[in-house]
């Protein structure tokens, strides 16, 4: 009867202990099952944050490329435009004879409009006695000086030297420049 008695606990035992490994066998492939599953859903979300950012990144990498191309652009484009006024700055300097006598006619009776009464017309030596002449054609109440400081064209002002009027070549291109820029690109560019 012992020995029957050890055999049924023995018998229950084992049947406990297979019970128990299955359930634990059970817990493992469940723990196993969702650790993988946990580990698909990191190395998808990590693939597709990955994603993200690398598109991110080369969204800002061509953004950079695009305006570092158009600041380059601009910058071509604006010595392009500087050379064009630097040109007319070198043919208006390279006037002579009657053109460059009817640029100084010119520049004086804009000058005269500026004065109701005597003013003063500077110019550079060489100049002198061209200015004189156009005063006198002009009928003006002015007096032509020369002035080393005027490379050319002239300088006008009051007799107390108050109101100036400068009429060198380069200040009216400056002074065009801001409407021409428009013009000049459309021109260039299209």
Partial sequence: MNSELIKVIEAEAEAERQRVLAAAKQQAGDITASATADAAAQAAEFERSSREREQA?????????????????????????????AAAREKLRALKGPEYQQALKALIA?????????????VRPEDLKAAQ???????????AEVDGS???????????????????????IDRARPALLSELSQILWG
């Avoid at 804009?110 to 500077?122: D, L, T």
């Avoid at 002449?133 to 007096?143: C, P």
């Avoid at 007799?159 to 200040?171: H, S, T």
């Fill in 110 to 122: 804009e000058a005269a409009a500026s004065y109701e009464g005597s003013f003063i017309v500077r």
């Fill in 57 to 85: 990144a080369r969204r800002r990498a061509e953004s950079a490329a695009n305006l570092k191309a158009s600041a380059l652009l601009l910058t071509a484009k604006s010595e392009m435009l500087d050379a064009v006024f």
């Fill in 133 to 143: 002449q156009v005063i006198k054609d002009l009928k003006l109440g002015a007096t």
């Fill in 150 to 172: 005027v490379p050319d064209g002239i300088v006008a002002s009051d007799p107390a030297g108050r109101m100036m009027v400068y009429n060198r070549f380069a200040d009216r």
